[in-house]
C-alpha cells in the first residue's frame, strides 16, 4: 500500500513530547518528512530520540530514506518563524522549489488561573504562544505552500466548554478555532484545507496532574467504554485530516474525545 503522506514536509510545533511526539511518530510513519520544533533546553533530547526513530523507520518501496529534524525555536520570538521554515525546507525532495505541505500547531500553555489572579503577562504569555504563533507560522510558511496542503489546528474541548481556573486556556482554544474557519475560507482556492482537533480527556503525563475525582467523573461521563483516549486515537485523526481523503474536509473542529462532548 502507497504511504498516504509520502515525500510530504510536515512542521509539527510541541513535537517533542506527549501528543506531539506521538503525532511525529505517526506522520513519519504515513511517509511524511518531518520538522519537530521544540522550545524547550529540557527537551532536546526527547526531540533527538525522535529523530533517531523517525529516521530508523524501515524503507519501502513507495518512500525515500525517512527524514526528520528537530529545531529548538522559542515561539513567543517572531525571529523565530523564517528560521523554522527555512530548516523544513531543507527536508523538501524538489530542491529547486522546495515545498511546504503540512503544519501542526500543536504548541500551547495552559496556565491554571482564577479570573481574580490574570494578569496582563499571563494573558500575552498564552495568547502569544496558543493563537499569535500560529498565525506567525502561517504567515512565514504561505510563499512556500504547496497546493493542496493541509494546516491542522490542535485544539481542545475547552475550546467550547467553561472549565473553572482555565479562562486563558480555553479562550485561547476558542480563538484558535475561529483562525481554523476564517484560514479556510482564505486558503481553499488551490486545494488547500484547514482544520481543528478538539481533544478531550487524553492519557499523557498532563493528565496525571488532574485529582483523582475529576478524571473519574471525566470517565463516568465518556460514552465511548468510559475511558480516557489515547494519543495513538489523536494521531490517527491527524494522519487522516493531513492525507487526501480529509480534501473535502475544511473549517471544522473535529472533537476527538469519544463522545465526553459532543459539537
Given at each position: 500500500?502507497t ?38 533546553e ?23 530514506t ?11 520570538d517572531?525571529?523565530s518563524f ?44 498564552t495568547?502569544?504562544?496558543n493563537v499569535l ?7 512565514a ?31 485561547s ?7 481554523t ?33 475529576i ?13 480516557f483516549?489515547t ?12 492525507g ?8 471544522q ?5 469519544g ?5
Amino acid at each position: 500500500m502507497t504511504l498516504p503522506l509520502v515525500d510530504k514536509v510536515a512542521i509539527i510545533t510541541g513535537g517533542s513530547r506527549g501528543l506531539g511526539a506521538d503525532m511525529a511518530i505517526a506522520l513519519a510513519k504515513a511517509g511524511a518528512k518531518v520538522a519537530i520544533i521544540y522550545t524547550s533546553e529540557s527537551s532536546t533530547v526527547s526531540a533527538t530520540e525522535i529523530v533517531a526513530q523517525i529516521n530508523s523507520l524501515p524503507i519501502t518501496s513507495q518512500s525515500s530514506t525517512p527524514s526528520a529534524i528537530s529545531l529548538q525555536a522559542d515561539l513567543r520570538d517572531s525571529a523565530s518563524f523564517p528560521k523554522i521554515i527555512s530548516s523544513a525546507l531543507t527536508l523538501s525532495s524538489t530542491s529547486e522549489d522546495p515545498k511546504i505541505n503540512i503544519i501542526v500547531n500543536n504548541a500551547a500553555v495552559q496556565l491554571a488561573l482564577p479570573i481574580s489572579d490574570i494578569t496582563p503577562q499571563s494573558f500575552i504569555d498564552t495568547y502569544n504562544l496558543n493563537v499569535l504563533a500560529p498565525i506567525l507560522l502561517l504567515q512565514a510558511a504561505l510563499p512556500h505552500l504547496a497546493p493542496n496542503s493541509r494546516i491542522i489546528n490542535i485544539s481542545s474541548v475547552g475550546g467550547r466548554s467553561g472549565f473553572a481556573g482555565l479562562s486563558l486556556y480555553c479562550s485561547s482554544k476558542a480563538a484558535l478555532e475561529g483562525l481554523t474557519r476564517s484560514w479556510a475560507a482564505e486558503l481553499g482556492e488551490n486545494g488547500t484545507t484547514v482544520n481543528a482537533v478538539a481533544c478531550g480527556p487524553i492519557q499523557t503525563d498532563m493528565l496525571d496532574t488532574i485529582p483523582e475525582r475529576i478524571k473519574g467523573r471525566q470517565k463516568e461521563d465518556t460514552p465511548v467504554e468510559k475511558r480516557f483516549g489515547t494519543k495513538e486515537e489523536v494521531s490517527n485523526v491527524v494522519v487522516w485530516l493531513a492525507g487526501e481523503g480529509s480534501g473535502w474536509v475544511s473549517g471544522q473542529t473535529i472533537n476527538v474525545s469519544g463522545g465526553w462532548t459532543m459539537y
